[in-house]
């Protein structure tokens, strides 16, 4: 004979010839007895835990990036620009997707993206550092800190990661800082201090070895390599080395070829007329009465931004407005050749998002 206690809160059943039948010879029910606050509370618990499911399937659903752009869980290096929704392309791009979907991090340790995504950073830093949301300054810390490594690693453009670290400190400094709570600002704070205390005690550490250096070398061998470098601090500092540098450093041809690098042809006109305008009236100082093309480099550069080329920036598709890295790629619709898309300087890539 089999037994069993389905059917019914406490309720004995026995198998027979018939089936199932109810032993109608228990003369007690078997009942638990359970407080009425223990059942509320049991009832709150799981109408709890169905409302959090139902929220963390909408928070998903709308975090998630759209399927006409792409999918947060994709491997994917392409954003597609858009500043509005559109049947198209649902909602818009914001500098967080810019951050976390084009491997920004990664591209750091390219030599060909490195310069590209140092000074995309820094503009990043000086314009829409208050503006950003609390994860996509995480985002943004995270590619600073793969910045300083590659700096410290390989001792490039130190200057220019010391200027990004002290204006992020300027900002965390002001009083309409948003961070979200005291924690996170002190958190923030103190891994400044530290990229500032590391950046501080990187040194070059000098040769100890008897080969072959820069001042052995032909002069005319130093003279191109000097004009190799496009960065005027790199120029000045290299002619602190020894007489022969100073000289060199010093060349016309150095600094008209810097300034054809980094300005166009109009703000070169304008700069020299400017300054023959001020040198008639005499208001330039005795050393700058011949104006040579240092003194028109400097004065440009405190007039106009200085144009930066890059070997590997990031490119525009004309056809379909997505950013894009050229070895990645993108889904276009139709054929993608040369002049469907274009290179986007990271300030135009910032005046989009």
Same mark, same amino acid.
């Given at each position: 004979m089999a037994?069993?206690?389905? %059917? !019914? +809160?406490?309720?004995?059943w026995?198998k027979?010839?018939g089936g ?10 078997i009942?638990?007895s359970i407080?009425?606050?223990?059942v ?8 709890r ?6 929220y963390?399937?909408? /928070?998903?659903?709308? =975090?998630a ?8 869980? @994709? ?10 929704g559109?049947?198209e ?8 997707e ?5 491997h920004? =991090? ?9 310069? /590209? #995504? *140092?000074? &995309?950073?820094e503009?990043?830093?000086?314009k829409?550092?208050?503006?950003l949301?609390v994860?996509s300054r ?10 300083i490594q590659r ?15 002290a #204006?992020?400190f300027r900002?965390?400094? @002001?009083?309409? /800082?948003?961070? %979200?709570?005291?924690l996170?600002?002190? +958190?923030?704070?103190?891994?400044? $201090?530290?990229?500032t ?7 070059i550490?000098?040769? *100890? ?20 470098l496009?960065?005027? @601090?790199?120029?000045e ?11 060199l450093c010093?060349?016309?041809? #150095?600094?008209?070829s ?5 300005f166009?042809?109009?703000? &070169? ?5 400017v300054l ?9 100082? !005795?050393?700058?009465v011949e ?5 028109k ?5 405190k007039?106009? @931004?200085i144009?930066e080329t890059?070997?590997?920036p990031? &490119?525009?598709?004309k ?6 890295? $050229?070895?990645?790629g993108?889904?276009?619709? %139709? ?13 135009q890539?910032i =005046?989009?998002?």
């Open positions: 037994v069993s206690l389905w %059917g !019914g +809160a406490g309720l004995r026995i027979g010839p199932w039948q109810e032993d109608v010879t228990q003369s007690e029910v009942v638990d407080h009425i606050n223990q509320k509370k049991t009832i709150e618990m799981f109408l835990s169905k409302q959090q499911k139902a963390k399937r909408l /928070y998903s659903y709308l =975090s990036a759209p399927v006409s752009k792409c999918s947060a869980k @994709e491997s994917v290096t392409w954003l597609q620009i858009s500043s509005e559109s049947k392309c649902h909602g818009y791009s914001t500098l967080g810019l951050l976390r979907r084009l920004l =991090s990664g591209s750091v340790w390219q030599q060909g993206r490195f310069k /590209y #995504v *140092i000074c &995309l950073t503009l990043i830093v000086k829409k550092l208050s503006t949301s994860t995480k985002h943004l810390f995270i590619l600073v800190e793969t910045l700096v410290i690693e390989t001792s490039e453009r130190i200057r220019q990661m010391k200027r990004i670290v #204006v992020v900002s965390l400094m @002001e009083k309409n /800082y948003f961070v %979200g709570s005291k996170a600002w002190f +958190a923030e704070v103190e891994k400044v $201090r530290d990229w205390s590391r950046l501080n005690q990187l040194t550490s000098p040769r *100890i070895d008897l080969q072959l250096s820069i001042p052995d070398l032909p002069v005319c061998v130093q003279r191109n390599i000097i004009r190799m496009d960065d005027h @601090e790199d120029i500092s290299l002619s602190h080395v020894n007489k022969t540098l100073n000289h010093k060349e016309s041809d #150095v600094w008209r810097i300034c054809f690098n980094h166009s042809k109009n703000q &070169l006109e304008e700069c020299e007329a023959e305008r001020r040198r008639l009236k005499g208001s330039l100082s !005795g050393n700058d104006l040579t093309w240092r003194i480099y400097h004065f440009m550069l007039r106009f @931004e144009q890059f070997a590997d990031l &490119l525009l598709c056809r379909c407005y997505t950013v894009f890295w $050229r070895e990645s993108h889904p276009c619709v %139709g054929n993608v050749s040369e002049t469907t898309y274009m290179p986007i300087h990271p300030k890539l =005046s989009l998002l």
